[in-house]
């Protein structure tokens, strides 16, 4: 079981490196009580706002990895979220790959996040032809600012904390 005691650091750094940091304002999640929520270092500019919570199994081993990261856009900025989600999908599989892992990731599709028009993608990452995490990326945009959600968890832990990671999604109001 070494793997499963590497798991939360190893999917929190993929989480980390998958999610785009700039200036932000005004983020705030309510997670479930079941869920611990982990501070998340500022950027070097200090002015990103993002938020992660990971819910842990009755061993304390994690089962799912959810963060959400809000940025500001500049004026007129206009964002080609394929092209996003994209270059996030692309950055994901390159860190899993030097890890040694492999990565299929489905086609790009309409989805919603927090009542916006977004784009999704889910990746299923193996090792050996062993299936050992699902992690999804989303991106949206509304005004002058962007968001981007991920969240990860070993097979089973994503399969049996998808509903309530929905819920999370359903319940956000981003950009009003």
Known sequence: MHFARRLPVFIGLCLLAALPVANAEGLMIT????????AVP????????????????ANGD??????????TLAPEHKVNMEAVLLQM??????????GGYQSA??????????????????????QNGNHVITQTLVAATQGNSAYALSYAGPADGY?????????IRASLRLGQ
Do not use: Y
């Not at 997670?31 to 982990?38: G, M, Y």
């Not at 999908?89 to 030097?98: E, Y």
């Not at 989805?111 to 999704?120: F, H, I, N, V, Y």
């Not at 399969?159 to 819920?167: M, R, Y």
């Open 31 to 38: 997670w479930p009580a079941d869920w611990e929520v982990q």
């Open 62 to 71: 994690p089962q799912m990895v959810m963060e959400l990261t809000q940025s």
């Open 159 to 167: 399969k049996a904390n998808e509903p309530e990671v929905k819920g």
């Open 105 to 126: 990731c489905s086609k790009i599709r309409s989805s919603t996040l927090g009542g916006l028009d977004a784009l999704e993608t889910t990746c299923k990452i193996t």
């Open 42 to 57: 500022p950027a070097t500019d200090d002015t990103s706002v993002r938020q992660r919570a990971v819910k842990n199994d």
């Open 89 to 98: 999908r692309k950055t994901l599989q390159q860190n899993f790959a030097k």
